[in-house]
């Protein structure tokens, strides 16, 4: 990168290339539409089970994941409104996020497939890990829009993934190579990193803005939080969450801590830390799983 003006136009052009990309520019319409009730506090099981009727795809992948070794259920579940009052109205706008942005991540050579296949777990595993975490401690984001921005936090690798190809999977080598935050690499080689790259998407899908901004921040905010950046700081202990319990992997070779001494200004303890971690652990063959049947 040469000069400030160059970095500008640079990224400006990149801007404007990955909003080229279909994955960006077709935004997965069921994920924004259950961001809608969850942002509403006068709807409910009905609006979720109209939503996820209507889209036929997602309606048959939700009930097979019922009726899968996923949930285990002894009994079959034949519609959704069972499969509301079975998992619960949290557990199926989470799932029908989840299966919303599956197929982004199932595409490219196998060794890219790889990468994404690892990076899905870790995502499921930031969302779960986020949802929970929301739920313990106060903060400005719901436990619904923390598990959305934990799904999609690192979404801007997915991008890079569709956008440069095997050239990005030289930039994870390098970041496993040299045991590096992959966000420093891809600052490195590509100029931006993906936590921006994802605050561009979240404003082309037109998510909600703390999503965004979460998104944008997830690395660049480093703590301590205050009662503000809460969300952030949520996101960034999910992140290293993950990381700890090994649920997939992300891709950057450095996480920090869940020890690290930032955290403390969260108010999470290490009870709760350890209880989410466990949970984590127990669910991470479900999260490759639902992967699976997503396709
Ligand atoms: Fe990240
Ligand atoms: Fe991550």
Redesign the pocket.
Known sequence: MIGTNSKRIDLDTLRAELQGIEAVKCPPSILQEILLVVENPRSGAKEVENIVERDMSCSLKLLKLANSAYYGFSRQVKTIREAIVIIGLDGVKNVAMSLAVADAFKKGTPAERKFLEDLWVHSMATATAASMLAKEVASEISPSLAYCSGLV??I??VIFKEHFGANYMEVFGKAREGKLP??LVEEEELGVD??RV?GWVADAWDLPEVITWVLRE??SKTGPWDRAEKPIGLLALA?AIAYESKAGH?G?FKPRRTDHPTFASLGVDDKTIKAVQAEIIKRAGRFSELLRLAG
Do not use: L
């Open positions: 936090h690192d801007g690798k992959i966000s993906h936590a994802g997830h690395h992140d992300g950057n």
